[in-house]
């Protein structure tokens, strides 16, 4: 660098640095830029790492299509689950429709006994079943076996069988409806069934039909356990 001075020779002039090798500064963009570019690759490896170990986790961000007129799941057998699983997950997911199924009628034959005068508590109860039973149960283990199927996660599947045990204790236990624990008649078992029968005929029907409902949801319920058992102790 030179110095040059510019004024009328006072002491105090400014000074200004004039570089003479201009090819430092280059020199030093090029070393930026090198180290820039080395920088992004790292950090798209980091970001590849990251979606391989998502994945891996069975963590999906797929959009919601199920069912068709109000989306809430996503749910694809057809094109997500290997295909010679597929139909075992269509049998554990007509077991989660017939779950939902048999909470939602129990809910309308508790109406039809309250109408009749049994009382708003049991309307109440047979709705939190209902409220709680449906989400619970495909968050708790459908979910998990969809994912199990789909990345072959054996803790995915020992989380669906732990759960799925609870569901079946649940339909048996409803399709008896002992008067303990649940209040009276919130559940239409073959026990609530008898009581109403004597009282209202048309009640103790639909109490019959719920029994049947839970009946053979548990009978499904076992078989899919059986299925999907035998599926994961041979496959691995």
């Known amino acids: ?28 963009k090029v070393k930026e830029l090198a180290a820039w570019e080395v920088d992004l690759k790292r950090r798209e490896k980091d970001i590849q790492r990251r979606e391989v ?20 799941i996503h749910h694809d057998i057809a094109n997500e689950i290997p295909a010679h699983a597929q139909r075992l997950q269509y049998l554990a997911f007509a077991s989660w429709l017939g779950i939902v199924l048999c909470l939602v009628f129990n809910v309308i034959a508790v109406i039809v006994c309250w109408i009749k005068g049994g009382g708003v508590k049991i309307f ?33 599947f020992g989380w669906f069988f732990l759960f799925y045990l609870l569901h079946i204790g649940f339909c048996i236990f409803a399709a008896i409806a002992p008067p303990i624990v649940f209040h009276g008649k919130s559940l239409t078992g073959i026990l609530a069934a008898i009581d109403v029968f004597s009282d209202h005929v048309l009640v103790g029907i639909f109490y019959l039909l719920g029994f049947a409902l839970f009946c053979l949801e548990s009978l499904l319920s076992f078989w899919v356990l059986q299925k999907i058992y035998m599926y994961f102790r041979g496959h691995k």
């Not at 510019?6 to 400014?14: I, L, N, S």
């Not at 640095?17 to 030093?28: A, F, G, M, Y």
């Not at 708790?140 to 990345?151: C, E, G, K, S, V």
Request: hydrophobic share 40%.
């Open 53 to 72: 170990a998502v994945a891996k986790a069975g963590v999906t961000t797929d959009d919601k299509n199920w069912p068709p007129f109000f989306p809430i």
């Open 1 to 28: 660098m030179a110095s040059e001075s510019f004024g009328f020779g006072h002491k105090h002039d400014a000074t200004v640095d004039i570089p003479l090798d201009p090819t430092n500064d280059s020199q030093r």
């Open 124 to 156: 109440f109860l047979a709705t939190i079943y209902a409220l709680l039973g449906c989400p619970l149960s495909y968050v708790l283990w459908y979910r998990p076996l969809y994912r199990a199927m789909r990345t072959d996660s054996a803790l995915k």
